[in-house]
């Protein structure tokens, strides 16, 4: 029997790790605060998502509402995503007391001759989720093949779970999310963005000398908000930023506390000060970024300030701010 050649060429084609991603909570977030915030609350998820799969060198594929699916070349590259994606997803503060979690199932999917994925292993894929807990790994047997020995070390020992999906069972095991160890055999692999530094309380900054307070004493903070300006100075030497109208600074957000954090010059330093329930959150020009629990620190030159939310969040617009010298006025 002959074989047409594009049905050969396709024969050729290899797998690629498949990994499916739905986030969980968004139906509670919908009822109590309406379908826009919800919505507002999934794409947040799906965009800190979308970086895990980006740090591991996968690339989306799959585009549904709530959900995610991307492939990669490398299976521990899919696992070490899905564990990262857990990781920083959980790490969002809750809304209006409600946590949002996502649920992740590792498969494969056959690549076409024009690199794309099969439909078909996509939508297979994403019938698996509903057999996926919240916050854990769930690994098909066809993506554990693809993992490296190293990586299978992290599977839990526990009986397989077989799932029936449409024309055939699938085999499940469940992958050990927290510090998954890699094994080495298929290379490097790219180091994902660091997380916060979780800062949780306040710890007194060692005085500054006399001199060194001359040599900043004319400098001012200008912070910069959905179009406001505001200074910070020996002047003025202190700005509250929340919820309330009664803050020098109104965040239109509600993810921050109604005093959620103050900018303070202290000492001719310009220190950040959290108050509030979710943290503050704190990133410079080099991409460092610090979760601030109840405590302070000091400002670098220049950054952006998130009130319950990651500067760095799809949609989110953080505080910025840049450090300078004050003008004199004219004698």
């Not at 498969?107 to 099969?118: F, M």
């Not at 979780?198 to 959905?226: F, K, V």
Request: aromatic share 4%; glycine share 10%.
């Amino acid at each position: 029997m002959s074989v047409e050649p594009d049905n050969m060429m396709r024969e050729a084609i290899a797998e690629a790790s498949l990994l499916v991603a739905e986030v969980t909570g968004a139906g509670s977030l919908s009822e109590k605060l309406g379908a826009a915030e919800g919505a507002r609350a999934v794409e947040r998820a799906l965009a800190r998502a979308e970086r895990s799969v980006h740090a591991y060198q996968g690339s989306r594929v799959g585009d549904t509402t709530g959900r995610l699916a991307a492939s990669f070349a490398r299976g521990d590259g899919a696992a070490l995503a899905a564990n990262d994606m857990i990781k920083r997803i959980n790490q969002l503060p809750p809304v209006s007391g409600i946590s949002l979690s996502v649920r992740v199932v590792l498969h494969t999917g056959r690549c076409l001759a024009d690199g794309s994925i099969d439909p078909e292993s996509i939508a297979q894929s994403f019938n698996l989720l509903s057999f996926a807990t919240p916050g854990k790994i769930l690994v098909s047997n066809e993506a554990v093949g693809k993992l490296s020995e190293g990586m299978r070390a992290n599977l839990v020992s526990a009986p397989q779970m077989s799932v029936h999906t449409g024309t055939q069972d699938v085999p499940l095991l469940e992958l050990q999310s927290g510090n998954l160890i890699a094994g080495h055999s298929q290379g490097p692999l790219t180091v994902p963005p660091p997380q916060p530094t979780i800062m949780p309380s306040a710890t007194p900054l060692p005085p500054r000398s006399a001199s060194a307070a001359e040599g900043l004493a004319q400098t001012r903070l200008l912070l910069r908000y959905h179009g406001a300006s505001l200074l910070v100075s020996e002047f003025k030497t202190s700005l509250m930023a929340g919820r309330e109208e009664s803050n020098d600074l109104v965040i239109s957000d509600r993810r921050a506390s109604r005093q959620h954090a103050r900018i303070e010059w202290r000492d001719g330093r310009f220190l950040l000060v959290d108050h509030s329930t979710n943290g503050t959150y704190l990133l410079d020009d080099h991409g460092v970024e610090i979760l601030l629990r109840h405590g302070e620190c000091e400002l670098p030159p220049h950054g952006r300030i998130g009130c319950g939310y990651s500067p760095l969040e799809a949609g989110c617009e953080p505080m910025v701010f840049d450090i300078g010298e004050r003008q004199q006025s004219a004698a």
